[in-house]
């Protein structure tokens, strides 16, 4: 995995306000990769981000964070249906056009710092 493609998906995360998520297609989308992609990083780097902002398509997560979740979107006051697990994405997803303007500055900044660095 590209590390400059792993740093950008968790800047991204990073930014997202809290009380808001957005999707991993929508991550994928700003920062010119796939959901399943995404997915992967969350999984494997995303520990250290806000992870609960990041759902798939239907407001959920995976099984495996899905309780650990809930209690974020509890504290932040995220709609959600804590039967199902679901959130309430019409009232929670940040703006794609926003989402891709936060990408397109953190991917400069890496490509500027990678820059400086080959100096």
């Known amino acids: ?8 998906v968790l800047r991204v995360v990073e930014s997202i306000p809290a009380g808001h998520a957005a999707t991993y297609g929508m ?10 992609v995404v997915g992967r990083i969350m999984h494997d780097w995303g520990g250290s981000v806000p992870w609960w902002r ?6 959920t997560f995976p099984t495996t964070v899905r309780g650990d ?4 979107w509890e504290q932040e006051g ?8 679901r959130l309430a994405l019409s009232a929670c997803l940040v ?5 891709d303007t936060v ?14 660095s080959d100096l």
Do not use: K
Request: no cysteine; glycine share 10%.
């Open 1 to 8: 995995m590209r590390e400059e493609l792993v740093e950008a």
């Open 95 to 99: 703006d794609q056009d926003w989402l």
């Open 69 to 72: 979740g809930l209690s974020h």
């Open 27 to 36: 991550i994928a989308r700003a920062v010119g990769t796939g959901p399943r």
């Open 54 to 59: 990041v759902v798939n398509v239907h407001g």
């Open 103 to 116: 990408a397109q500055t953190v991917l400069e900044n890496l490509r500027n710092s990678a820059e400086m």
């Open 78 to 85: 995220m709609r959600h249906d804590p039967v199902r697990g």
